[in-house]
């Protein structure tokens, strides 16, 4: 139903006049490398600091969640691999989540949701207006 676009500045639903979301990705550290597309990556690396991890993206960090916690991957004799996680020595912290955004790329540049889409058609059509192609077909309905 929404499509995504690209502007420099926040569009703003033309129904609602609400601000129309980002489309972020959010990248999560220290985890085993499962997923990696548009949405979300993990990632092996353990940065303590936004800085740090924002050396590893090239996309500009919006958000940071930190934890107090690590976790270590292990081997055993035998070859199976295990995870442990502790809470880090000192009080210590890091990066356990960002989300980040390309600068430019928006949920959609009209609308807020499908439903303010649809509530926004309606009114459009209740005060008149239609396409080429509602004017075509009601013209060959009456010839
Ligand atoms: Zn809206």
Redesign the pocket.
């Known amino acids: 139903m929404l499509y995504h676009g690209k502007s420099q500045t926040q569009p703003r639903?033309h129904?609602?006049g609400?601000k129309i979301k980002k489309v972020t990705k959010t990248v999560y550290f220290n985890r085993v490398r499962r997923s990696d597309d548009d949405w979300v990556s993990d990632r092996t690396e353990v940065p303590r600091t936004k800085e740090e991890a924002q050396r590893l993206l090239n996309m500009p960090i919006l958000s940071v969640r930190y934890t107090d916690q690590i976790t270590t991957y292990h081997k055993r004799e035998d070859g199976s691999r295990y995870a442990k996680t502790e809470y880090i020595p000192d009080g210590g912290k890091r990066v356990d989540k960002v989300s980040v955004w390309d600068g430019e790329t928006y949920e959609n540049l009209y609308?807020?949701?499908g439903n303010?889409a649809i509530a926004f058609g309606v009114l459009m059509a209740k005060s008149g207006h239609c396409t080429k192609a509602y004017n075509k077909a009601v013209r060959e309905d009456q010839s």
């Open positions: 639903c129904y609602c609400g609308f807020c949701n303010h």
